[in-house]
């Protein structure tokens, strides 16, 4: 069983940043990847960044060039480095298995406020 702990959200102006961390433990008999990601209040959870099987790398349009995911060489944690954040991307941030999306972790709050 893979258990996913997410941690680094937390209050930011328009404009800044904040670097996310997803902790993996556990095993598990399927091999997956992982990815983020964020849920608006009233909203459907969106992708926002996710790793293939293959190590390929992809984010969302609407984050690209502004967010980065990436991960330690052993994979136990996954980063996503939030940049120029604006006030729409307040949500909660979540990791996961992909691309089963077997395993969640708790969330962590992000909110952009002036």
């Known amino acids: 069983q893979v258990r996913l702990v997410e941690s680094g959200g937390g209050l930011v102006q328009p404009g800044g940043s904040l670097r996310l961390s997803c902790a993996r433990s556990?095993?598990?008999?399927?091999?997956?990847?992982m990815g983020w990601y964020r849920q608006a209040p009233g909203k459907q959870r969106e992708l926002v960044a996710h790793?293939?099987?293959?190590?390929?790398?992809n984010h969302a349009d609407s984050v690209k060039g502004r967010f980065t995911i990436y991960r330690e060489t052993d994979r136990s944690t996954v980063y996503l480095q939030l940049n120029s954040l604006k006030l729409e991307e307040t949500a909660v941030y979540y990791c996961?298995?992909?691309?089963?999306?077997?395993?969640w972790g708790q969330g962590t709050q992000v909110t952009v406020s002036s």
């Open positions: 996961t298995t992909w691309p089963t999306y077997s395993s």
């Open positions: 556990g095993s598990s008999t399927t091999m997956t990847s």
């Open positions: 790793f293939t099987l293959g190590g390929t790398i």
